[in-house]
């Protein structure tokens, strides 16, 4: 089955600079790449997501590219706010066989120091 | 519109005892998954519901188990509960197929067993 890595597993950043988060999958099938944020007490927020069809995709501070040579997509957060403290996971799935199984990186904790 | 609702938030039971965790989906969403996350295994898919049918299973032991009724609401089941169960069990509704309807979770239930 797919397996996804997640690095690194903790990220301390200045506030104002950039964070990088990357994974790595290895079931070349998985065509769905959704990136989750969880705060303290809640379940996981998307904030973005890409199709294997698309390189990279942008939402104002955030953004995510898709290699799927290397089999690896990487989340990109700029201008890094206290609020962007969470805990980050990236996440593959085949959705055309596997419906709506997603298979989770084990996660990133990102502090944004003020 | 009221997001994913899971109840109870938390739960202790004791080994050997079986236990039901329910969930509410968005409203109109048709497709309901269940993780488990725990800080060792992290995010593991359970089962995903698609109007009352299982859609999905992953790789968990028959003592878990799930339904979904005609409103969409489901629950999940653990019966002869183990030490290792302790987790926050995280429910997902969607529309109904990735990516086209990502999935939205709830802030989870805590179940400790002792």
């Known amino acids: 089955g797919e397996n996804v890595e997640q690095h690194p597993s903790t990220l301390s950043v200045q506030e104002g600079d950039s964070a990088v988060i990357k994974c790595t999958y290895s079931d070349s099938a998985s065509n769905y790449f959704p990136w989750y944020k969880q705060e303290l007490g809640k379940g996981p927020q998307l904030i973005i997501d890409i199709r294997s069809n698309v390189g990279e995709k942008k939402d104002q501070r955030i953004a995510v590219t898709l290699n799927k040579t290397a089999k690896h997509f990487s989340l990109h957060i700029t201008e890094t706010q206290p609020e962007d403290s969470a805990v980050y996971f990236c996440a593959a799935s085949n959705y055309e066989a596997a419906g709506n199984k997603l298979t989770f990186g084990g996660g990133t904790r990102v502090l944004v120091k003020p | 519109k009221a997001g994913v609702t899971q109840t109870p938030r938390y739960l202790i039971k004791t080994r050997g005892q079986q236990v039901t965790l329910s969930c509410s989906p968005i409203s109109g969403h048709r497709s309901v998954s269940w993780y488990q996350q725990t800080p060792g295994q992290g995010l593991q898919f359970l089962f995903e519901?698609?109007?009352?049918?299982?859609?999905n299973k992953g790789n968990f032991p028959g003592r878990f188990s799930g339904r979904q009724f005609s409103n969409s609401r489901s629950e999940m089941n653990v019966s002869t509960l183990e030490l290792g169960d302790s987790a926050l069990y995280l429910c997902?509704?969607?529309?109904?197929?990735?990516?086209?309807?990502?999935?939205?979770f709830g802030n989870g239930t805590r179940l400790t067993v002792t």
């Open positions: 997902a509704s969607s529309l109904d197929r990735i990516p086209n309807s990502p999935l939205h």
């Open positions: 519901y698609f109007s009352e049918t299982q859609r």
